[in-house]
């Protein structure tokens, strides 16, 4: 295929995904859950600091994000 044609086909998944991303982050405030602060994560507070690492926010990106390639890989065959 033509580079042109296929630059095109990537930049226009790439706006899809970008549109989707964005969508959810407005839709983000009224969902039962807040992203980044799910059951799971560890968050420590001591008197001078704090730590925060979000595992279970972490895992759950990355299954979303394994499975929208998955399925963009499906469609490209």
């Known amino acids: 295929m033509e580079p042109a ?25 009224k969902l039962p859950f807040r992203l980044g602060r799910l059951p799971g994560d560890i968050s420590y507070h001591g008197r001078n600091t704090s730590f925060y690492f979000p595992i279970v926010t972490c895992i759950v990106l990355s299954v979303v994000l394994t499975l929208i390639f998955w399925i963009i890989g499906a469609i490209r065959r």
């Open 5 to 29: 044609r296929e630059l095109g086909k990537v930049l226009l998944i790439l706006g899809i995904v970008i549109a989707a991303v964005g969508a959810f982050l407005l839709a983000g405030a």
